[in-house]
């Protein structure tokens, strides 16, 4: 599975949309509401230049957004991971903010 | 910790500290009819390594809290009879150094994260039988 960057920002009136097995359906509450507050987690680390938590988070993102189906949330996670190696603040804060967006407004669809 | 086997079910050890991601996990495995372990960091996976019975296979992720999969490795295979157990190991990183490294230390599989399940149904069946 490729971890492109992303660059492709959400614009106002794109539906975002992620079809999700059935079966994961009881698993999603938890799912979204862990990346809503590791966007918090990672704000936080962010604004304290604690870029280790940052890497560390983002990682653990990047591992589980996509085996959900969460293909974007991987690719935004990759990008945050190599931007916290580099220390690189100002990527950092746009790839958040982008993440943050995305997670409040894609909506899942259960196949 | 104690572990309660049930009969008739081949048993799993996973090692995986990222929450979601051993939940969706335990939910693949047990939906294909497996009993699961979760340890979810080094610490605590050793200690199961200490004292459960070996398992049919063991899912560890190279990167764990306290000790890392990579360390894990070696101990496991000092075990003689968890020496023949398949270990996958589970990467969010695709870096060769790493997966190298844990295939040469005993590992017999690996799975980049994030993952799609129909490859892990596909990673499981080249070591066990289907469970249902």
Known sequence: MSTMPSHQPATTGETLIVHVEADFEPLMPKFMTNRKKEVVTMREALAQQDFETVRKVAHGMKGAGGSYGFDRVTAMAAVI?????????????????????????VQVVFD | ???????????????????????LLRFLLERSGYQVVHAPDGKQAQQLIDTMPAPSL??????LPHISGLQLLPYIRKKPEWKQVPIIMLTADSS??????????????????PFNPRELSARLSRFLKPAV
């Open chain 1, 81 to 105: 991971e190599q931007a916290a190696k580099t220390e690189t603040s100002p990527t950092i804060e746009a790839e958040l903010a982008q993440l943050g967006h995305y997670l409040e407004q």
């Open chain 2, 1 to 23: 910790m104690s572990v309660t086997h049930q009969p008739g079910k081949p048993t799993l050890l996973m090692a995986e500290d990222e929450e979601d991601t051993a939940s």
């Open chain 2, 58 to 63: 063991v899912l560890l992720d190279i990167m």
């Open chain 2, 96 to 113: 060769e150094h790493d997966i190298e490294q844990a295939l040469a230390s005993g590992a017999n599989d690996y799975m980049v994260k």
